[in-house]
Each structure stands twice: as structure tokens, then as C-alpha cells.
């Protein structure tokens, strides 16, 4: 579904990618872990389009993504989850949730899929009215993958979504995350939390200083011994 | 008593006119975060629109006064897309030192066109005015305050209510997310210039009715008195404009009636600075906070 | 061969500078300073053209004494400093002799200063300050005063059986000041009084406020000293916030059908001016003629009138001396003048003032003056 070819970019006057190249495919849930400033959300942005990249392709179900303008990629079935949430905080919850959908016209459909939101998320359901800034951290990290699957994505990366939440949220998420996979969408997840990362994804690569130096199934992944020492924390 | 409603009303009459001026402003800002020292000199490219077509092309008021508001639309897009839009990378002081010059250019092509002696507005309004109790209403007021009013409503309405209302609220907020969920930032830049132009050049019939002097520097003291109204309120938020607006005018007329019209201008930017002191960010504005 | 090029070169740019002289000696040349860009520039315009129409008469005739005479014209734009400027380019480069105008009084007032130091014969259409010929015995006007005007105003008023009166004057602009001063002076002895005296500056536009108080003490007039432009908008506001009385100012109001759009609010203003175009005398019928057949209208400004009797008793005192550049023969000349005049009889007084007739006038539905009458001044 996406192939990421010889991706390398600058981040002002860092290097901050080296000819990165890894692939997602249909249903998976690929997963890219790494510590702070390995280049992880470089990766999504560029993939995005955020960041012009310097070399590289970008190739989505089929289609070289590398020139297209940022907001066509929903269109085509392209969604992120941003880090730090991102949510419009000025906005109520059902507006985040509506700018989500911005680019769809199927009124009828957009309607189901946000109440199949607000089934996933009660907590949303019950806080629809209010300003999103008021929200707690983890009611607005479900309102952020709320908000990405009401543009009904065939692709959604997520961009460290268990930041700053609490063990008992966390899991939760995890667990939101594997049944969103199950329902059908494939799952780029970044993350800095490799355990449940890797517990939940098919696939891991391991991403250190803007190169990948490590990557397979994500079962032997969790037991390969430099992985376990530089990022599972288990001596 | 009556000599008091009567200069309160002076105010609020002016204050609308600076209020439906600042949304362009604190619009703008808000999205962009640019102060668009232009704007201002769309006053005095709609009035010279409106001169031009009653004298020179013989239309009737009401099609001059739609042509200014058509080409005042179409110019702030064109503005904002050949200006402002190449350097919304660079540092914020070069898109600021281009508005100053894209409105200087504006007085000066201006001036080598029209001259810059005054000429008077074709436009009046003789409709007789209320006598109510004593206190007397002209139309122009009660129209200038209605259709201000009636506008600003109808903007809130807009920015809260509709699909691309919604848009321009989520890009001023956080323009990089608006763009992963697919809205067109671009065009929605270009929706609130238009709007804020258009607004600009009704805000132009109405001032001009209430003083009908054209000339190349017509925009230059309603648009700071706009802008300071803008930041008074709190800038790049709409309510804010209104409320700066309406503050500025009828403490201006207030000022003017009771103290002194020399020290009139002296006392408005007082109240200006008094206000940011305590509130930095303007009457309305807050400094956002996000949970994380 | 650089260095003999750059002598020849060099040569030549030196002998340049006397070529203007040169010429001078074939025409006489007097400048012209006045306001034609920017607030006033009616007033400008006018006074050029009333100097333009009586140049062309008298070199028709063949000049002063058969020499042709030449006008150079510079715009002062209505800044002091400006005009100064004009003054010792039009003396010092240009090699005129002497100067008609200015125009609106705060340029008048520097320039005569400058014209005084150097004894340069001065002679203004339209100053009207007082002050702009105190102690300068080579600077003379064919206007009449500020105090004057006001000073009959106030008498005009009293005469229509008026008694209570208030005035909207601009506090930091000489001749609306200089005419406000005078003006509230003789209401006193005329026992007129001032129920309200409100002050807005002529650049401002909005005047609402001043007026609403005007409003509110019930006036039976309002005393207007400004200029067209403005008084033009406080009309029009006074209109609005229905205060409806008549107008009353001075000759700086006679520019005002340009500015305003609606013309039937003239009906109500009142204002001593210069001339009027149905005057009957002589000098004006050949003035009226020679103007009409020029510009192809009537003059709309009384200026016009008065600069073209300002250009006639400067080139008429020219003619009477030997030689124009002989500062002291042309101003006793001038002193001594006795004219007929298209604005009236003109002599000098010992200030240097022309001792001559105010014309009340006013305005119809569309804009067009009307005369009422003309005030002639205690002998």
C-alpha cells in the first residue's frame, strides 16, 4: 500500500533522513521505533508532505505521492494523527470531528462513520458539545484518531499517540488501535513506547539517527537482543 | 441628558464603521498573522471606484457602489496572492514591510491619478431623520448601524455555522493540521481576504456618506483607528473587532464632546495602551492553553 | 585626452550659468508662489489664472515701457518652508524681480518675512492675516483684512436683528483663529452673544460631536471660519444631525461649491468675498471678457479678480520707474498707486492695506453665488 524509497531529508541544516527506505503493506499494522530526534516524525511529515523532501519517492497504492499537494492525500485515503494531538482546541469536539470529514460530500456516510466514532468513544460522544481544549489528555488523543477516521483513511499514521498519557490510557489506545486494524485499515504507527508498539504491530523498523538499523516481524523484533538493551529497557 | 444620547450616538454611528473595518484587520491577522497595513487604502480604492463610475462611466449609485465592492474583493485575492502569499515562508517582518509598501504604492498611484486635492463623494442620503423625544435619529446612523451590525452578525453566523466558516476557524487556529485534514488552506486564505475587503469597501459607502471628502489618503486615519479598535479588542478574534470598534468611536465622540477634539485622538490611544498593560492580548483575548 | 575633454566640459557647465541672465534682459520676470496641489489649491489656481488673463492683455499692449513680461509660476503646496524656497529660487536663480502672491495666509507670512529682508516688492491676491504686512514696507495686498471681514460679519449679523450666535472655528490655523479673535471682539460691542464656541481642526473629518453641542444651545446662526473643504463637511454633518440654522465666514468659504455634493445646504451659508461677477465697472467688464475668452467660463473665485488687479498695480508701478529690478523706486511706486480696479478703487493705506468694499454673498440650490450686497468700509 505505501512504499517509502531512498527517502532522505533535511530539516533545516540537519540531515535529519538518510536514504530511508521501508514499505506498509494492505491490513498490516507496520510500526517505526526510535528515540527522541531518530527522525520518526520527519518520516510522517514527509510522507504527508509537510516537509519537502530532498531524495526519494513516496508511492501510495500504486500512485508516486512525492509532488501532490498536502491536502489532497485524505482524498486519496491518507490520514494522520499528529503528534501532540493537535486538536482544533477552540473548536467543539463535533467541529474537530467535522473538519475530519472536511473534504468528503457523502453527507449520509459521514454522518454513520461519526456515529460509529462516538460508538468507539463514548467519552466523546457524552463531551460532543464542548471545547476540544477543555478535554483531558486522553479524551483528546481519541478525539485526534476520531478525528483522522472521519476522513474514512484506507492508510492512518499515527505520530506517538501514548505521549504524555498515563499507563491505564495507553493500553487503552493500544487496544483502539488494534481495533481499528481489525476493522479494516492499515496502521503506520511511530512511536517512542517500543513495547506496546511492537506488541501490537506486525511489522517494526528500528530507526536510529535517520537511518533504519533494524527491522522484521515485530514478535522477533521484541526478542532481539539489541533491541532489547537499547529500547525495551531489559538488560 | 439628551445632549449625552445624542453624542453616545455619534459614537456608536462612527464605531460601526471602525468595527466592520477591523474584521479585515483581525481577520487577516488571525489567519495569516499578518497586519495588513493595505487595508485601510481599500476605503479609498472603493470610494474612488464609486466616484468613477457615477462620473466618468454614468452608473447609478447602487451599480457604482456593487462594482467597488466586486473590485475590492477581487483585489484583496489578487493582493494576498501576489504579495503576501510568496512570502508566507520568509520572517513576519518582510510580509510586514510589503503591506506598508503595497499601501503606499496604493496613496501614491492614487495620487498621480486623481490628484491629490479632495474631491467631494457623489453619494447622499436625504431621507429626513427621527425625532425621538427630543433625541434626534438621522437615517444615516440607523442605517450605518444596522448594516454594520446587520453584517457582523451575518460573519459570525458564517465563521460559526458554515463548512468553510469552520475551515477558516481551524486554519487560523492551527494551519499545518488544517492541511492533514484535507482543507484547501490556500483558498480558504483567499475567502477571508475577500470577505475582509468586501466588508472594507461597504465600510467605505458608509464613511464616506457620513464624510464625503475622497482623497489619496482617505484610508489612512480610519485604517489605524480600524487596526488600534483590532488590537484593542484582542486581535484575531471577531467579537474582539466589534467590541474595539464600537469602544474606539464612542470614546473618540465622547472625547471630542466633553473634553476636547484636540486631545480627542490623545485620549483614544491612552485608552489603548491603559488596556494592553492589563490585558496584553486585548479586551477578549486570552492566551490559549492547551492540555497536554 | 580625457583630461582636455574633461576641461572643455567643464567649461561649459560654468558659462551654463549665466545663460539665464543672459536672456533676462530681454523680458521682465516676476515670480508667481501659491498653493496648487492640496488643500487651498482652488484658491492657487484661480490667483494664477487672474495674473495669466492680465499678462496676456499687457503683452498684447507690448510689455511694460514695449518690454514683454514673463511670470514664473512655483507651487508652494501650502507649506511655509516651501514657499520660502520658491522665493529664493524665483529671486535668486530664476532673476525676478518681484512676487505676486502667496496665497493662503501661513505661506504669505514667511514670505513676506523673506521678501522684507531683501526689500523684494510683494503684492498678495488673497492674504488676508493682518500680520502679513506689519512693518514691511515693500509687501502690500489687494485683499481686504481678516480683522476687517470678521469685523463686518459681526456687524452684518447684528444688522439682521441676530442676537445670539455660536461659532465652530479651527483653534491651530491662523486665519480661522485671526478671524474667530476679531469676530467675538465686535459681538461684544454689538452686543451679539456667543452661546457656544466649539473648535475642530480643518483637517479632521468628522465634526459631529462639536456640532451636537452647538445643536444643543439653539442658535439663531453659526460662525464658520474655514476654508471650502471643511466647511463643506460640516454642513453636510450639521445637515445630518438636523441643525438648521444659517451659516455665516469668510472669504476662505468661496471654494466650497467643489467640495460638497449636496448643494442645496448652500442656501444656508453666507460669506464675505472679494468680488462679485455682476459687478458692472469697466476694468471688470474687460476683465470678465478677457477671462471668459481664455478659459471659456466665469471666474469662480473672487481671487482671480483681485490677482488680476494685484498683477495690473505691480506691472502698472513697474511702468511708472525706470528700472523693474530697482527694489525701493517700484515699491514707492506701488505705495503711491491710484487705480481703478476691476475689485474696486484701489489706494494703499499707511499698513500697506487697500482700502476697499466687502461683497456679502451667497449661494442657490445648485451651487451658483449669488450677490446680497457690498459693504463699503468707514473712510
Known amino acids: ?235 | 441628558m439628551t445632549l449625552f444620547l445624542s453624542q453616545l450616538l455619534n459614537g456608536i454611528h462612527v464605531g460601526s464603521i471602525y468595527a466592520l473595518i477591523a474584521l479585515g484587520y483581525t481577520m487577516v491577522y488571525g489567519i495569516v498573522q499578518l497586519i495588513n497595513f493595505a487595508h485601510g487604502d481599500i476605503l479609498m480604492l472603493s470610494a474612488y471606484l464609486v466616484v468613477v463610475g457615477i462620473t466618468k462611466l454614468g452608473l447609478s449609485p447602487a451599480l457604482s457602489v456593487l462594482l467597488s465592492i466586486v473590485v475590492a474583493v477581487v483585489f484583496g485575492v489578487i493582493l494576498e496572492r501576489v504579495a503576501y502569499r510568496p512570502l508566507r515562508s520568509s520572517p513576519r517582518i518582510s510580509s510586514l514591510i510589503t503591506a506598508i509598501g503595497v499601501s503606499m504604492l496604493m496613496q501614491n498611484v492614487a495620487q498621480l491619478i486623481f490628484s491629490p486635492n479632495p474631491i467631494p463623494y457623489p453619494i447622499t442620503l436625504s431621507v429626513p431623520a427621527l425625532n425621538l423625544g427630543g433625541l434626534y435619529l438621522s437615517f444615516t446612523t440607523l442605517l450605518t448601524v444596522v448594516l454594520s451590525v446587520g453584517l457582523m452578525f451575518l460573519l459570525q453566523i458564517f465563521v460559526s455555522s458554515t463548512k468553510a466558516g469552520k475551515a477558516m476557524r481551524a486554519v487560523s487556529e492551527d494551519t499545518g493540521t488544517a492541511l492533514l485534514m484535507g482543507i484547501h488552506v490556500n483558498r480558504i486564505i483567499s475567502l477571508t481576504f475577500a470577505i475582509g475587503s468586501g466588508l472594507a469597501a461597504i465600510g467605505s459607502l458608509l464613511y464616506c456618506i457620513a464624510y464625503p471628502s475622497v482623497a489619496p489618503t482617505l484610508g489612512s486615519l480610519p485604517g489605524i483607528k480600524a487596526f488600534i479598535a483590532a488590537v484593542l479588542g484582542g486581535i484575531g478574534l471577531i467579537p474582539g473587532a466589534m467590541l474595539g470598534g464600537f469602544i474606539l468611536g464612542i470614546a473618540e465622540s465622547l472625547a471630542k464632546a466633553y473634553i476636547s477634539s484636540r486631545m480627542s485622538d490623545a485620549i483614544v490611544y491612552g485608552i489603548l495602551i491603559i488596556v494592553l498593560l492589563f490585558k496584553p492580548a486585548g479586551l477578549l483575548g486570552t492566551k490559549t492553553r492547551e492540555k497536554v | 585626452m580625457k583630461k582636455f575633454v574633461a576641461i572643455i566640459l567643464s567649461c561649459v557647465m560654468m558659462l551654463s550659468i549665466f545663460i539665464p541672465t543672459a536672456t533676462a534682459e530681454e523680458n521682465i520676470k516676476v515670480g508667481f508662489i501659491g498653493v496648487l496641489t492640496g488643500r487651498g489649491s482652488q484658491y492657487g489656481e484661480g490667483v494664477k489664472k487672474g495674473i495669466e488673463v492680465y499678462v496676456d492683455l499687457i503683452n498684447e499692449q507690448g510689455g511694460i515701457n514695449g518690454v514683454p513680461v514673463k511670470v514664473i509660476y512655483e507651487d508652494s503646496q501650502g507649506d511655509a518652508s516651501k514657499g520660502v524656497l520658491a522665493a529664493q529660487k524665483l529671486i535668486g536663480l530664476d532673476g525676478c524681480v518681484a512676487i505676486l502672491g502667496p496665497v493662503i495666509t501661513p505661506v504669505c507670512k514667511a514670505v513676506a518675512e523673506y521678501c522684507n529682508d531683501e526689500g523684494i516688492p510683494m503684492i498678495t491676491a488673497s492674504g488676508t492675516d493682518y500680520e502679513i504686512t506689519t512693518g514691511r514696507p515693500s509687501v502690500f495686498r489687494t485683499c481686504f483684512l481678516d480683522p476687517f471681514q470678521a469685523t463686518v460679519i459681526a456687524q452684518y449679523i447684528a444688522a439682521q436683528g441676530i442676537t445670539k450666535v455660536a461659532a465652530l472655528y479651527d483653534q491651530g490655523n491662523p486665519y480661522s483663529k485671526g478671524l474667530y479673535d476679531a469676530f467675538k471682539a465686535e459681538c461684544e460691542n454689538q452686543g451679539v452673544e456667543i452661546l457656544a464656541t466649539e473648535s475642530g481642526s480643518g483637517d479632521d473629518v468628522d465634526f459631529k460631536a462639536q456640532l451636537t453641542n452647538i445643536k444643543n444651545a439653539v442658535p439663531e446662526a453659526v460662525f464658520l471660519p474655514y476654508y471650502g473643504e471643511a466647511a463643506a463637511l460640516i454642513l453636510t454633518q450639521a445637515n445630518e444631525i438636523g441643525l438648521d440654522v444659517k451659516y455665516y465666514g469668510g472669504d476662505g468659504i468661496s471654494n466650497i461649491v467643489k467640495a460638497i455634493t449636496d448643494k442645496s445646504l448652500l442656501t444656508n451659508m453666507v460669506y464675505t468675498d472679494h468680488f462679485s461677477n455682476s459687478e458692472t465697472n469697466e476694468q471688470a467688464l474687460t476683465f470678465l471678457a478677457a477671462y471668459r475668452k481664455k478659459f471659456g467660463q466665469e471666474p469662480d473665485i473672487s481671487f482671480i479678480a483681485t490677482a488680476y488687479d494685484a498683477a495690473r498695480v505691480l506691472f502698472d508701478a513697474m511702468g511708472k520707474v525706470e528700472d523693474p529690478s530697482d527694489y525701493e523706486a517700484v515699491t514707492a511706486a506701488i505705495k503711491a498707486t491710484d487705480l481703478e480696479c476691476v475689485t474696486g478703487r484701489i489706494t494703499f493705506d499707511e499698513h500697506n492695506d487697500p482700502i476697499k468694499s466687502v461683497f456679502f454673498t451667497t449661494f442657490n440650490a445648485e451651487g451658483k453665488q449669488i450677490f446680497i450686497e457690498s459693504f463699503a468700509p468707514a473712510q
Request: charge should be neutral.
Open chain 1, 1 to 235: 500500500m505505501l512504499i517509502v524509497k531512498d527517502l532522505s531529508l533535511y530539516f533545516g541544516a540537519i540531515h535529519a533522513l538518510h536514504g530511508i527506505s521501508f514499505h506498509v503493506e494492505e491490513g498490516e499494522i507496520v510500526t517505526l521505533i526510535g528515540a527522541n530526534g531518530a527522525g520518526k516524525t520527519s518520516i510522517l511529515c514527509a510522507i504527508s508532505r509537510i516537509l519537502p523532501i530532498k531524495t526519494g519517492d513516496i508511492i501510495f497504492n500504486g500512485n508516486s505521492i512525492t509532488n501532490t499537494a498536502p491536502h489532497l492525500l485524505p482524498q486519496y485515503g491518507l490520514s494522520q494523527v499528529p503528534e501532540g494531538r493537535r486538536v482544533f482546541a477552540r473548536m467543539s469536539v463535533k467541529e474537530n470531528l467535522e473538519m475530519g470529514a472536511f473534504f468528503r460530500k457523502d453527507t449520509a456516510q459521514i454522518r454513520r462513520d461519526r456515529d460509529r466514532v462516538y460508538e468507539q468513544f463514548p467519552r466523546l460522544k457524552e463531551r460532543r458539545h464542548q471545547l476540544a481544549g477543555t478535554l483531558s489528555g486522553g479524551e483528546q488523543q481519541m478525539l485526534a484518531i476520531g478525528r483522522a477516521l472521519m476522513s474514512s483513511p484506507k492508510l492512518l499514521m499515527m505520530d506517538e499517540p501514548s505521549m504524555g498519557l498515563s499507563p491505564i490510557l495507553v493500553s487503552e489506545i493500544f487496544e483502539i488501535i488494534k481495533t481499528i486494524n481489525e476493522a479494516g485499515t492499515t496502521v503506520l504507527l511511530v512511536e517512542q513506547n517500543a513495547n506496546m508498539a511492537l506488541s501490537v504491530s506486525h511489522r517494526g523498523y528500528v530507526l536510529e539517527t535517520g537511518k533504519i538499523i533494524a527491522e522484521g516481524k515485530s514478535q522477533d523484533l521484541l526478542n532481539n537482543e539489541l533491541v532489547k538493551k537499547a529500547y525495551l529497557g531489559i538488560a
